[in-house]
């Protein structure tokens, strides 16, 4: 075993139970066997020997260390047992000396242990007694050795006896507390205590007294010659059972410095903790192996969003990372191993859904010999500086278009630097192709000013490069070949704090468009008065609330109301509020936004209301105000004329229908009735009345009469329809009509239980005849209520839109369908029927089909048995 520690083996390939059989062996060889965590794995009987020479307290396996339990061995052991814990060394060698009635020399080995077998990572403590010699040999070898060490030893040393009075001191006492050996003699050890610590020195003194040749040391503040207090670090070892010595030996340093030093690094320490632990940005150490040393708060917070797993000291970092990023972070430290800084962003989303986005560094650290022995990472959240650089770019984007909108240019000048800056719009504006690189270059301005405002523009320029005044100016530009340009200029300078002009700035903007605008609108502001005084139509303005606020000459003389009469009036006074006419304009003025285009009456000054034709539209003044701008023509002459029109037209088409009817009745139509009626009268026996074949006969004669009858309703309504090339048209609702209509089927549709459901959303109006209209959406309705599936409840859709130059109503049902291979070719015929067990006369199709095309339109249909016909119907639009 000698051997092994003398060689200062590796025991990576060396099991802790192996080691432990080997000491065994040898039984003056201890060991000790701990985890990374100092907790005791393994421990013999020798070591425990060794232990309890310095300690009252046994160890054993099980047991937690800590760096207190190792405060009676030198300080050096703990270090270097931390050292190979840490993995910072393998192993490493010291010596320890043992003073009491023997002295006793060990040579102690500290090596690392990892045993995977075991899941065992940690440290062997293995410690060799080299030699033991009697104190008083050692003591009769090395008086004179001792002596000198003492006396020239930068350490006091001081002996006491069992009253802790001193009985011998050495010459450094005089060195550190300026008090001479001789004036120590007789002094008590608690005398030169600083009270604060007198009582924790009396404990330590107790101890001291309780453990015989136990080392014991203790921190603690003396007075020196000169009444300041200093700190010491006291070694006390109770020698009073040595017969040799008979005292209390004690030594101790200065180490007020250390203790300043302490103070201050305990507090920067502690400055530090405070700011990494409280900041927002995280950072992690790892060492050359790339294993976590330290790590702060906020890195410990954020781990489970950049790692798999949470950070612990000791694990490797690509154990952290997600499989498929190990490559890449193996490339990445492979940089920073070059002394190459390197910065990487990741995203991720926090538990409330959050976006984050987090910038990470990688930066080498350096030892003093400038080599890389770790890295340091730092994470610091950029999700807002990242929206900030974006928006920045976008408003800085935002601000060039802007700029290119508005033709406005920049002209920068700085004043210190002699330097210029000029954006892209001001060389546009300008019409300048070089570029201005200095002041002087200005001059080539001059040439394209207007002569009349050159003095203007210098002067206010130079006011405000020498006293900082602001200016707004407008100036012509005269290019050559074209129309003058109106340019207006923002100026003014920057002052520092001594009120020394640094900056000069300029905006120009190119205002030529909305200067002709300007003139532009005069001129026609002109234009509009004298229209509106001299036009042959009244023209009325009113506010919001209704209230007259001009009215030209025409509507004064129209109404018989003077300027200043009139405008005392509101709106509503000149019209008659109760008539139709009136809620018919204000219900179309809400949905038009005030617009209205129709014939009302307006109120005389005597009382009596004239018709008038008027055109009124909402328009904004020039501050924003709303008003109603409302024309009205005279119609009386146009209204007298229209109804003796109208009057005439009736009368001719009541002639042209009594001109018509003879037609119809001599048409081809009749003569199937007209025959039949022939053939029944030639069968009648005119001999015997009374012959009972006669009374049948009279029966079918008066059913042929009848069916002759309605034939000629039939016809007559055809002609009428395909003979009036002037039909009426008006503005209709289909809601309106959908509804009349309505209430006439409304029995039949409850009959089949059956529904409507009407969509005209898109389309409501159109200018049509509203007989045509009605009896169109009467045939279609009808049709599909008499044409219904008895499998099914009755629906029935009915929508309209527009599509292209035309309107079209689609009635859809899902009743017995027709075979349009079949029929097709049939479907518009006169008295053409495809259901024989449904009643009709084959008639409703065609006179639809004649209303539709006698108006411009037209009909397509498409059906298909036992699932349903629909019938779109297509208006002019």
Not at 763 to 768: A, C, F, M, N, T
Request: with cysteine; aromatic share 8%.
């Amino acid at each position: 075993m000698k051997n092994i520690l003398n060689k200062g083996i590796s025991l990576k390939t060396v099991s802790p139970l192996q080691l432990q059989e080997s000491m065994l062996v040898e039984t003056e060889e201890g060991f000790l066997v701990v985890d990374k965590n100092l907790k005791v794995v393994a421990v013999n009987s020798a070591y425990r020997k060794f232990h309890n020479l310095f300690n009252s307290f046994d160890i054993v396996p099980g047991k937690d260390l800590n760096e207190s339990d190792f405060s009676s061995f030198p300080e050096s052991f703990y270090c270097i047992l931390n050292n190979v814990l840490a993995g910072e060394t393998e192993n490493s060698l010291l010596q320890v000396e043992y003073m009491g009635d023997n002295v006793l020399s060990f040579a102690i080995s500290v090596v690392r242990v990892n045993e995977e077998g075991r899941n065992l990572d940690g440290a062997c403590v293995m410690v060799h007694k080299k030699e033991i010699q009697s104190s008083m040999t050692k003591s009769n070898q090395d008086t004179e050795f001792f002596k000198l060490l003492v006396d020239t030893s930068t350490s006091v040393y001081l002996l006491a006896d069992a009253a802790l009075v001193f009985t011998y001191a050495s010459n450094a006492v005089e060195v550190i507390l300026g008090i001479s050996p001789q004036e120590m003699l007789g002094k008590n050890a608690i005398e030169l205590v600083h009270p604060d610590d007198r009582e924790e020195v009396r404990d330590w003194l107790i101890e001291v007294r309780m453990h015989p040749g136990k080392l014991v040391t203790h921190e603690y503040r003396v007075k020196n010659k000169q009444g300041e207090y200093l700190w010491i670090e006291n070694n006390a070892r109770n020698m009073l059972n040595n017969s040799n010595i008979k005292a209390i030996v004690m030594n101790f340093r200065n180490i007020q410095a250390k203790k300043v030093a302490d103070h201050a690094l305990v507090r920067t320490e502690q400055r530090l903790s405070l700011l990494l632990n409280n900041t927002e940005e995280s950072f992690i150490i790892l060492n050359s192996r790339l294993r976590i040393v330290t790590y702060n708060k906020a890195a410990q917070d954020r781990s489970p969003f950049f790692y798999n797993t949470e950070l612990q000291s000791g694990l490797s970092v690509l154990d952290l990372i997600k499989e498929e990023e190990v490559s890449d972070y193996i490339d990445l430290f492979e940089e920073v191993f070059k002394g190459r800084e390197i910065e990487k962003e990741s995203t991720f989303v926090d538990p409330l859904a959050i976006a984050h986005i987090y910038s990470h560094t990688f930066r080498p650290l350096f030892d003093h010999q400038n080599d890389i022995f770790g890295v340091f990472i730092t994470s610091t959240e950029i999700t807002e500086r990242k929206k900030l650089t974006e928006a920045v770019a976008v408003n800085s984007e935002r601000l060039k278009t802007a700029q290119k909108i508005a033709r406005l240019g920049y002209f920068e000048y700085d004043v210190t630097s002699k330097t210029i800056f000029c954006s892209e719009e001001f060389y546009e504006i300008l019409e300048l192709t070089d570029t201005l690189q200095n002041w002087w270059e200005l001059s080539a301005i001059e040439q394209i000013v207007h002569p009349d405002d050159m003095d203007v523009l210098k002067s206010e320029i130079e006011k405000s490069l020498l006293f900082g005044n602001d200016f707004n100016l407008e100036f012509r530009l005269v290019i050559k070949d074209r129309n003058e340009k109106v340019i207006n200029a923002i100026g003014g300078s920057e002052k520092n704090d001594a009120g020394q002009i640094v900056k000069f700035r300029v905006t120009l903007q190119d205002i030529t468009d909305s200067k002709m605008a300007i003139l532009a609108l005069q001129t026609l502001e002109s234009k509009f008065k004298s229209l509106f005084e001299h036009s042959i139509d009244g023209v009325i303005l009113s506010n919001q609330p209704g209230l007259i606020i001009s009215a030209n000459p025409a509507v004064c003389t129209l109404l018989d109301y003077s300027h200043d009469e009139i405008t005392s009036l509101s709106a509503c006074e000149l019209l008659d509020i109760h008539s139709p006419a009136f809620s018919k304009m204000m219900e179309i003025r809400k949905i038009e936004n005030g617009a209205f285009m129709g014939e009302i009456h307006l109120k005389h000054k005597s009382g009596h209301y004239i018709p008038v034709e008027i055109t009124s539209i909402t328009m904004t003044d020039g501050n924003g105000n709303p008003y109603l701008s409302t024309i009205i023509r005279d119609i009386t002459e146009k209204k007298k004329i229209e109804k003796e029109q109208n009057a005439l037209t009736e009368e001719l088409l009541k002639n042209n229908q009594d001109l018509q009817q003879f037609s119809f009745i001599t048409s081809h139509n009749l003569r199937a009735p007209v025959a039949n009626l022939l053939s029944l009268l030639s069968l009648y026996n005119k001999q015997n009345p009374a012959d009972e074949f006669n009374g049948l006969l009279i029966e079918k004669f008066e059913e042929a009469t009848l069916q002759l009858n309605q034939t000629l309703n039939d016809l007559v309504n055809i002609l009428v329809i395909k003979s009036n090339n002037n039909i009426e048209r008006e503005t209709i609702s289909f809601s309106d009509i959908f509804t009349d209509v309505k209430r006439t089927i409304d029995n039949l549709l409850k009959q089949k239980n059956g529904t409507i459901e009407v969509d005209f959303l898109k389309v409501d109006e159109i200018q049509y005849n509203r007989i045509h209209l009605e009896s169109i959406f009467l045939n279609m309705i009808s049709n599909a209520i008499r044409y219904s599936s008895p499998d099914r409840q009755l629906e029935i859709k009915i929508r309209s839109y527009r599509t292209e130059n035309w309107v079209v109503v689609d009635f859809s049902d899902n009743g017995l369908g027709m075979d349009l291979k079949r029929y097709g070719d049939r479907l518009f015929g006169l008295y053409q029927r495809f259901h024989n067990n449904k009643e009709g006369k084959g008639l409703g199709l065609y006179m639809t089909r004649s209303q539709v095309t006698a108006m411009g339109g037209k009909i397509e249909v498409e059906s298909e048995p036992g699932k349903g016909t629909s019938f779109k119907i297509y208006f002019k639009s």
